[in-house]
């Protein structure tokens, strides 16, 4: 077997973790000189005679004064067979959302039990953990059986206790195995002081369990982390696939924009072009053809789509000391590579990780505890259920205020319990009014003249007898969008919610007139998508005005005061703006005056509305 294993270990305080850690490393020569020495000395002074193997992991100064695993401790070791992450996790109630982040990421997890005292609260508690987080690996190590005599009743026991406990639990793959940390039995090599335990070591268990069909390599997903564009010029893609299968040929979707492309090249790290490459690599990718694609996108199959919902459903483990979790919180939630808002609508329970309860008369989670809740995301999520899915079906919970990490959690699908509110269908359609509706979006710099195109081009839609209605960013921000400053999520709101009027007015009939700076590609292509899905045509205008004519105009001071410091986020000054890849007109200031410009404008609408008549 090959491959890394990434194992979790878990149990009550003093069932001996950081002890069998230290064992599985001394004997298997996995130790350094200088750590061998350094718990020598440390058993030395303290006058044991068998070495403390727990300080290899009880690294924490506080975790030796206390005796007990604080911290979540990581050490790295391979055998002939395989190369193995552990990661050492706190035993006491107190730190259970350490075992949460520790176990977050693992294959496998080791539960210790003392063979003295059986299965305790702490075993149940990290065994659903453990179910919780899609281990599907779990291997009870029945501990300190010295001290029980190597008793095989006291074994069975153990062992039929806990299978009936996990009989309500998703584990998949359970297995046992009865040791002594201490003396090394039945660790690394097999023991010859329990003859009738006819199982093998704990190390051969590691090296032989296959973990290749864990791996979801099916649903294709390759979150965008960030682009590269090579002294080639071309651009490439780059992220961790998330799942299955990339390899070029493929026919691939952009989400959430929805477009399609073929992928030409996949590439791993150092350049190196692949033949195919799967979940977990980290790639770049190259497309046929040039799309607006950014950070936060997703690439898929076709036919192969992840679940989209703005209302979700899913577990939470709190992790803050600083507050609980409440209803209408609002948080930042961190979902594959995409950063969002997202409040707290309902708390529908605590979980009991010891009885299984599901306690529904609560609507808050403190400290460690785990309860489901339904959160409202303010752009919607592109995520697969966390039990097919570990990637992208799960999330963090940031407090914007301190910039704290204050939960961790799992998706479960769209929301059971969201808004009672539910679309109606239309009784009048858009192709029984009178007139064909159309969103025209006009975007450039601030300065750039876009507004003054766009009241031109309502006037003229007026003097025909058009419905017709321009939203301008600078009023919109005087109403509707008065809650929004300006940096880039209060942005991309800004531009959603613009976007959703402009699709009522132009379902109605009118012509909704957009003019705002709408700096990011990224969002300006969602309000295209929602209208073509909507059915709805969508005219892009980019007013192609360059910076140093927007700054001498500078009606408003902006530039002179963005260039002095005052102003900070100014777009084309220290804050980017993207423009449109494909618009569907683009003006330039020698094009002529502003009602040339509209002529120009409207005869692009003509045709467009045209096509879609």
């Known amino acids: 077997m090959t491959g890394v294993l990434r194992v979790v270990t878990a149990g009550s305080v003093d069932d001996g973790k950081s002890t069998l850690i230290g064992r599985l490393l001394f004997d298997s020569k996995a130790l350094f000189d200088d750590q061998l020495a350094a718990i020598e000395r440390a058993g030395t002074d303290s006058g044991e005679v068998v070495p403390d193997l727990a300080l290899v992991t009880d690294g924490l100064r506080a975790e030796r004064a206390q ?24 035993g006491h109630i107190q730190y259970t ?33 453990a179910s919780l987080l899609g281990i599907k690996h779990v291997v009870l190590c029945v501990n300190k059986m010295d001290a029980v005599g190597w008793s095989r009743e006291r074994f069975a026991e153990i062992c039929e206790e806990f299978r009936r406990f996990t009989a309500k639990l998703d584990v998949p793959d359970l297995s046992f195995v009865p040791m002594s940390a201490l003396t090394g039995d039945n660790v690394v090599h097999r023991t010859t002081s329990m003859p009738w335990y006819e199982g093998t070591s704990l190390l051969r268990r590691l090296e032989d369990v296959h973990t290749t069909s ?28 998330a799942g299955g299968v990339f390899k070029p040929g493929d026919e691939v979707v952009v989400l959430p924009a929805g477009t399609s492309t073929v992928v030409t090249e996949v590439c791993g790290p150092g350049g190196a072009e692949l033949a195919e490459a799967a979940a977990p690599q980290a790639v770049t990718v190259r497309l046929a053809d040039e799309l607006p694609v950014g950070r936060g996108d997703l ?55 010891t009885t299984l309860h599901r306690d529904k008369s609560v609507n808050t989670l403190s400290l460690n505890q785990i309860g489901r809740v339904s959160l409202r995301t303010r752009q919607p999520l592109l995520f697969d259920p966390y039990r097919s899915n570990r990637a992208t079906g799960s999330f963090v919970l940031v407090d914007e205020a301190t910039n704290d990490t204050v ?45 003054t195109i766009a009241a031109a081009l309502e006037r003229l839609l007026a003097r025909a007898d058009r419905p017709a209605y321009l939203l301008d960013g600078d009023n919109l921000r005087h109403g509707l969008n008065a809650d929004l400053g300006f940096a880039q999520r209060d942005r991309e709101e800004n531009v959603r919610r613009v976007g959703e009027v402009a699709k009522l007015f132009a379902d109605f009939g009118a012509v909704a007139v957009a003019s705002l700076i709408s ?12 209208h073509e899905a909507a059915g709805l045509p969508f005219v892009e205008v980019f007013v192609d005005t360059p910076i140093e004519l927007c700054a001498a105009r500078d009606p408003k001071g902006l530039y002179q005061r963005a260039m002095a410091g005052e102003i900070t986020g100014f777009t084309g000054i220290d804050d980017p703006y993207e423009p449109p890849s494909r618009p569907e007109l683009v003006l330039r200031p020698d094009h002529g005056d502003p009602d040339a410009m509209a002529e120009a404008v409207l005869r692009v609408v003509d045709e467009v509305t045209a096509r879609q008549r």
């Open 299 to 353: 690439l898929c199959r076709p036919n192969n789509r992840p679940q989209v919902a703005q209302d979700v459903d899913a577990l939470v483990c709190w992790l803050s000391d600083r507050g609980e979790l409440a209803p209408d919180r609002r948080y930042l939630l961190l979902h594959t590579t995409r950063a969002t808002a997202a409040t707290v609508r309902a708390v529908d329970y605590h979980m009991d990780v």
């Open 67 to 90: 005796g007990i695993t604080i911290d979540v401790a990581y050490r790295y070791f391979s055998s002939p067979e395989r190369t193995f992450i552990l990661a050492d996790c706190p």
């Open 519 to 530: 700096p990011y590609r990224a969002d300006r292509d969602r309000v295209r998508a929602a």
């Open 407 to 451: 939960a961790a959690g799992m998706l479960i699908g769209p929301s059971l319990s969201a808004s009672p509110v539910v679309w109606h269908p239309p009784g009048v359609t858009s192709g029984d009014r009178p007139s064909q509706g159309v969103t025209v979006w006009f975007t450039g710099l601030s300065a750039s003249g876009k507004s």
């Open 214 to 241: 864990d791996r979801n390599l099916i649903d294709a997903r390759l979150p965008v982390q960030y682009v590269i564009r090579g002294q080639d010029g071309v651009r490439r893609y780059a992220g961790t696939i």
């Open 97 to 129: 959302r350490n075992m949460v982040t520790g176990a977050s990421t693992a294959d496998l997890a080791l539960l210790l039990v003392d063979a003295r005292n059986g299965v305790s609260e702490q075993t149940r508690r990290h065994a659903l953990i």
